[in-house]
Nanobody, 119 residues
Framework: QVQLVESGGGLVQAGGSLRLSCVDS????????MGWYRQAPGKDREFVAT???????DYADFAKGRFTISRDNAKNTVYLQMNSLKPDDAGVYYC?????????????WGRGTQVTVST
């Protein structure tokens, strides 16, 4: 059984918005640093954003000013609000649960949700 389940992907026009959600069915959500990664066709998977249980946030440079990560600890859910979407934002978006040492270590992965941005 997959612990992290994403939803909210779809087709959107360039300049539009999408809100991704990820529900954690496990019992350790409040102790996890939650995050989002993405992978475009033919490209490596890349970091998007993370959020700690106390809502300390880190963003990739491309996400700053356009994407907002948030979490609802009572619902075991993390969100990614994406605005001003560009064709380069298309890909599969993965929810992660992990921890930080000097860098973020995603220990849990969802199966991903597809985001398509049309011109």
């Amino acid at each position: 059984q997959v612990q992290l389940v994403e939803s909210g992907g779809g087709l959107v026009q360039a300049g539009g918005s999408l809100r991704l959600s990820c529900v954690d069915s496990g019992s350790n959500f409040n102790h996890l640093v939650m995050g989002w990664y993405r992978q475009a066709p033919g490209k490596d998977r890349e970091f998007v954003a993370t959020i700690t249980r106390d809502s300390s946030i880190d963003y990739a440079d491309f996400a700053k000013g356009r994407f907002t990560i948030s979490r609802d600890n009572a619902k075991n859910t993390v969100y990614l609000q994406m605005n001003s979407l560009k064709p380069d934002d298309a890909g599969v978006y993965y929810c992660t649960g992990g921890y930080y040492t000097d860098t973020y270590h995603p220990a849990l992965w969802g199966r991903g949700t597809q985001v398509t941005v049309s011109t």
